[in-house]
């Protein structure tokens, strides 16, 4: 099993630009999140997915929009590309919790990127 | 505002000896607390969890303790090796809602042969 995959793994935008960040899991994981780490901030969410077809805000939503189409991808797209998204972007991945059980979340390996 | 701080940014400690890294956390609803540890450009793996009903789990090297009344919790990790240096983040979750995570800001751990 890969896990976590995203692509891509560096990207540099102008101000202005679009892009889209894809993240693939192959574990059949209900839910999935996006992250950003900026430094001495920590990891923050942005948007998550419960399932295909849903999506929710997190902490920073702003200047973001995802999409969940298809159970194992979750697309997180930057309309107007600023500096200030200058950042590493972290997706993650959880089964759906039963009970009182946590499942803890399963990290890909990032996105660095860059707004000029 | 940061639910969940970890007021040291760095810490080195001798190979052998023991490693305690803190966190703190502001938010009464949190029940569920994780640690993960982070390597430089590959994302945080989980390590090690604790429930808000017990106040200590073990697995290992790696202990978790949670004192709730002072909303703290630290991990140790004993005897520290050379391969745990890395960043360490804890986390923290409501049981209701979509087991979100919110993080601190990490405390890097650099364990010297």
């Known amino acids: 099993n890969a896990g976590v995959t995203q692509t891509p793994k560096f990207r540099v935008l102008k101000t202005g630009q679009s892009m889209t960040l894809l993240c693939a899991q192959d574990m059949n994981h209900e839910y999935m999140y996006w992250y950003r780490q900026d430094p001495g901030m920590g990891l923050r969410l942005i948007h998550y997915?419960?399932?295909?077809?849903?999506?929710a805000k997190g902490e920073v939503p702003d200047g973001y929009n995802v999409s969940r189409l298809k159970k194992q991808n979750f697309l997180l797209g930057l309309e107007s590309a600023a500096p200030s998204q200058t950042s590493v972007y972290f997706c993650a991945s959880s089964p759906r919790p039963r009970g009182s059980v946590y499942n803890e979340q399963f990290f890909g390996p990032g996105t660095r990127l860059t707004v000029l | 505002d940061q639910q969940v701080k970890q007021n040291s940014p760095s810490l080195s400690v001798q190979e052998g000896r023991i490693s305690i890294l803190n966190c703190d956390y502001t938010n009464s609803m949190f029940d569920y607390f994780l640690w993960y540890k982070k390597y430089p450009a590959e994302g945080p793996t989980f390590l090690i969890s604790i429930s808000s009903i017990k106040d200590k789990n073990e697995d290992g090297r790696f202990t978790v303790f949670l004192n709730k009344s002072a909303k703290h919790l630290s991990l140790h990790i004993v005897p520290s090796q050379p391969g745990d240096s890395a960043v360490y983040f804890c986390?923290?979750?409501?049981?209701?809602?979509?087991?979100?995570?919110?993080f601190g800001t990490g405390t890097r751990l650099t364990v010297i042969p």
């Open positions: 997915s419960v399932g295909e077809g849903t999506t």
């Open positions: 986390a923290a979750s409501k049981k209701t809602g979509a087991n979100n995570l919110f």
